[in-house]
């Protein structure tokens, strides 16, 4: 028994870390929303803000744990992972779920400086670290960013996100204020709980097998904080609230390039696999054109239909193939050309 519990406890770990990491999430979310609602704050300011960070807190709080632990595998394959399953799985299932109206404002605005992040990203792995210099540039840059996003929604007053975080208040039962206040503040303990269950459970997996720790963080990481963004999406799409479905994706991407990856940063400075930046930042970058491609259409602004979203699970599939053969030592074909 006693030699058992040592084999066990780090899938245990992982299974309990990343279920508790998702329901404390949504605890959280909700909590927080409910209690903002209490206080009058607007509807735009709660879609943005309160949803957008609790969808992301997962990533958040799993990364900079990883790095104050020594982990940066985990805090980067995490970040760089979450953004690959948004887009190539969440969207792609998402898509084949319900095709997602794409509307020019997400191709004036959201994907080209979704676009414009992934550049800034990959410019700054080019001397294989994250130094607190470059953490700090991020978080500079998504402040703004905010600030930006909120002063424009608030101008113009009509955001059809808002209009979607409306329609959900309205279905939703009002939460009394004491139970709002508890579910944020236990949802947010929960969240730190879980995320350090989750590191301690996937570093010690990746030592067994000797994986990398950017193997663990790119895929069961990367998948499991991606869970609140896939059943919001899947929900969203289904009921026809495409600014919500596509907007948490390009909003989650945007939230783990910023804030994820400055936040470890700033916490602890990382030097990087000269690999992440070939391959993963690599199929990250591809993703966002392919979905700015997408989007454009042959006609114009139009949606992400489901040959399309069957393309991007494929895509998925093939990197997760990938990835595994390169752990197993499967001679590649063009490794030998």
């Known amino acids: 028994m006693d030699a058992f519990f040592p084999v066990v406890a780090p899938y245990a770990a992982l299974v309990v870390g990343l279920a508790l990491l998702v329901w404390s999430a949504d605890r959280f979310v909700e909590g927080s929303a409910a209690t903002a609602r209490h206080f009058g704050v607007p509807p735009l300011l709660i879609g943005m803000v309160i949803v957008g960070f609790g969808t992301s807190a997962p990533e958040m709080v799993v990364s900079a744990l990883a790095a104050l632990q020594g982990s940066p ?23 084949l779920i319900a095709p997602i109206a794409v509307h020019s404002q997400v191709l004036r ?8 992040l992934t550049a800034l990203s990959a410019w700054q792995l080019r001397d294989g670290a994250i130094s607190r210099v470059d953490a700090w540039v991020l978080l500079a840059v998504f402040a703004l960013l905010m600030g930006w996003s909120i002063w424009q929604g608030l101008r113009q007053g009509d955001d059809a996100m808002a209009g979607d975080v409306q329609k959900q208040e309205e279905e939703a039962a009002e939460m009394p204020l004491r139970r709002a206040v508890f579910w944020m503040v236990a949802g947010l303990v929960l969240l730190v709980v879980s995320s350090r269950l989750l590191v301690w459970g996937a570093v010690e997996i990746a ?20 869970l609140p963004e896939l059943a919001s ?82 895509c998925y599939v093939g990197y997760i193939a990938y990835l595994v053969m390169e752990v197993l030592g499967v001679p590649l074909p063009w490794a030998h050309a």
């Open 233 to 314: 999406s899947v929900v969203a799409a289904r009921k026809g609230e495409h600014d919500i479905a596509l907007g948490n994706v390009i909003g989650s991407n945007m939230f783990n390039l910023l804030a994820v990856v400055g936040i470890a940063g700033a916490l602890a400075p990382m030097q990087v696999e000269a690999v992440v930046l070939h391959r993963d930042v690599a199929v990250m970058a591809a993703l966002t054109l392919a979905l700015f491609a997408m989007g454009i259409g042959i006609r114009g602004p139009g949606r992400i239909n489901r040959i399309e979203g069957a393309l991007l699970l494929a």
């Open 73 to 95: 595998g985990i805090a980067l394959g995490n970040a760089y992972g979450s953004n690959i399953t948004n887009i190539a799985l969440i969207l792609g299932v998402t898509a």
């Open 207 to 226: 030592h067994s097998f000797g994986v990398s720790d950017v193997i663990i963080g790119l895929t069961i990481v990367a998948v499991g904080t991606s």
């Open 109 to 116: 605005k959201e994907l080209p400086i979704l676009m414009a």
